[in-house]
C-alpha cells in the first residue's frame, strides 16, 4: 500500500515541476516619455550670459531702471535696454536652467533655477555672472511636457534635473498573476508674477525693480520672500552675494501668484485670494480669504481695492472667466464689489485707477477703474489679436508679454493709447 501511494506521488510531483519550469514569461512594448537629465555638476556650471538667444516661449516680465527682462520659460533671462521704448535693444540672454521667477535688488538678479535659487551679479548686465547660490531650496520639480497618449517613465533625482523629455519604446516584463504599474512623477514645476517695490532711474539697475501681477517673488525690506504652490520662503539678503534662506512655513495649497502691498501678502490660489501680514517676513500672519469659484487667480492691489481676475476651461478647474473687484479696506473681511465677465483672463495691472487686463485670446483691455461699479461700462480701449498673457503699468507706459511677442504701449493720453513697440517671438 506504502509502496503504491508513493508510486502515484511520484508523477503528480514530477507534472508540479513540470508546470512549474515552464511557466511563461510576458512582455509588452509601449511608448514612453522618458526623462532627459543635465547632470548635477554641469546644471550648476550653467548660468552664464551668451550674445543670443531666440525669444520662443516667453514668460514672466520684470524691469529695473532703463532695462527689461524677459524669461524665456525654463531657459533663463532675455536682457533689453529699453532707454528708448520705441526701440529696445538686445544686449543678452542670461542662460538659467529651469527659470521661471525673479526679482532685483541692488543690481543683484535673484532667480529660481529648478532646485536651486541663484544670486547673479547685473551691474553690467551684459556680463552678468552668478555671485551665489542656495542649493536644494525649492522641491524637485520637472517641466511641462506637451505630449499626449504616452506613459511616463520613473523620474530618478540622483540623475541630475530634467530638462526635457524624448519618447522611446519601452520593452517590459509583466508579473503573471500582479497587474503592472508605471511610476509616474507628478511634480511640476511652478508656472507659473506680482511685486510692488520701486523701479530705478538710473543707467544701470539700482534699488529694487518691478514684476508683473502673475510673480512668486516679492522684496519686503532685506528680504526675498517667495512661494510656491503650498510653501512660503523668506530669503534674507543682508549679504546680497550670499542669500541664506532665514525660514520657510507652509500657508495653504493651490498658490498661482504672490502681490506685495505695504505690509500685506496677497495670494492668488485657486479656489480665492488670501490676505497675510508680513509685518515679521519670518512670521507670515494669516488675516482672512475672500473665496471664489475654482480658477487660475492672480491679484493686484491699489488704495483699498482688490483686482482679481479667475480663468477657468483649464486645470485650474471650472469654465467661469471674470473679473472680481474686492473691498479691502477691512483686510480682515474682503468684501466682493462687482464681478464683470471676462473671455479668459490671465494677468492684470492697476495704476492710478487705469486697469489693464490680459483677457488671454481677446487680447488686452483698459479700463477706468475709478468707478468700482462701472468698470466695464468705462473701457478705454481695446488690442484684440494678441494672446495677452501680463502687464506691468509704469505710470504713462505699459510693458506688456503675450504667448506672441513683447509689447509696450504709452498711455499718458488716455483718449489715444497707442502701442509704441512690439518684439516678436521666433516661430
Known amino acids: 500500500m506504502k509502496n503504491s501511494i508513493k508510486n502515484s506521488l511520484i508523477p503528480l510531483t514530477l507534472l508540479i515541476l513540470l508546470f512549474s519550469a515552464c511557466k511563461d514569461k510576458y512582455t509588452e512594448q509601449y511608448q514612453s516619455l522618458e526623462p532627459v537629465y543635465l547632470g548635477y555638476q554641469e546644471f550648476r556650471e550653467s548660468v552664464k550670459m551668451v550674445n543670443q538667444q531666440d525669444l520662443v516661449k516667453p514668460g514672466k516680465i520684470y524691469t529695473i531702471g532703463n532695462y527689461i527682462f524677459i524669461n524665456e520659460i525654463m531657459k533663463g533671462v532675455h536682457v533689453y535696454n529699453n532707454a528708448n521704448p520705441a526701440s529696445p535693444v538686445y544686449v543678452g540672454f542670461i542662460n538659467i536652467p529651469g527659470n521661471v521667477d525673479l526679482a532685483v535688488k541692488n543690481n543683484i538678479m535673484y532667480a529660481d533655477s529648478y532646485i536651486d535659487l541663484v544670486a547673479i551679479d547685473i551691474t553690467d548686465p551684459s556680463k552678468a555672472k552668478e555671485v551665489g547660490r542656495i542649493k536644494s531650496i525649492f522641491p524637485y520639480s520637472v517641466p511641462k511636457y506637451d505630449q499626449t497618449g504616452y ?3 520613473q523620474v530618478d533625482d540622483t540623475k541630475g534635473v530634467v530638462v526635457d523629455w524624448n519618447v522611446k519604446t519601452v520593452r517590459k516584463e509583466i508579473e503573471t498573476y500582479n497587474y503592472p504599474t508605471y511610476p ?101 500672519v494669516y488675516l482672512s480669504t475672500f473665496w471664489h469659484a475654482t480658477g487660475c487667480d492672480p491679484v493686484v492691489v491699489e488704495n483699498n481695492k482688490a483686482y482679481v481676475t479667475i480663468r477657468g476651461g483649464n486645470p485650474c478647474g471650472s469654465n467661469i472667466n471674470r473679473l472680481d473687484v474686492l473691498d479691502v479696506t477691512n483686510v480682515l473681511k474682503p468684501a466682493l464689489l462687482r464681478s464683470y465677465s471676462m473671455d479668459e483672463p490671465y494677468g492684470l495691472g492697476i495704476s492710478d485707477q487705469i486697469l489693464f487686463v490680459c483677457d488671454g485670446k481677446s487680447g488686452l483691455k483698459v479700463y477706468n477703474a475709478a468707478d468700482p461699479y462701472l468698470i466695464v461700462e468705462n473701457q478705454l480701449a481695446k488690442f484684440p489679436g494678441i494672446q495677452a498673457y501680463d502687464v506691468i503699468p509704469l ?32 516661430k
Do not use: H
Open 184 to 284: 509616474i512623477y507628478y511634480a511640476a514645476k511652478y508656472d507659473a508674477m506680482s511685486l510692488n517695490s520701486s523701479g530705478g532711474s538710473a543707467a544701470a539697475p539700482t534699488s529694487a525693480g518691478i514684476g508683473g501681477s502673475m510673480a512668486r517673488f516679492g522684496l519686503t525690506g532685506n528680504a526675498l520672500v517667495a512661494v510656491d504652490t503650498y510653501m512660503y520662503y523668506n530669503i534674507d539678503l543682508t549679504d546680497a552675494n550670499n542669500p541664506k534662506l532665514s525660514s520657510k512655513s507652509q500657508v495653504n495649497w493651490g498658490i498661482e501668484t504672490m502681490f506685495l502691498y505695504g505690509k500685506y501678502m496677497f495670494l492668488g490660489t485657486t479656489n480665492g485670494m488670501l490676505i497675510y501680514d508680513l509685518s515679521d517676513a519670518n512670521k507670515p
Open 395 to 426: 505710470g504713462k507706459s505699459l510693458l506688456m508679454i503675450g504667448n506672441d511677442g513683447f509689447y509696450q504701449y504709452d498711455y499718458s493720453d488716455l483718449k489715444n493709447i497707442k502701442q509704441i513697440s512690439v518684439i516678436k517671438v521666433k
Open 151 to 153: 506613459r511616463v517613465g
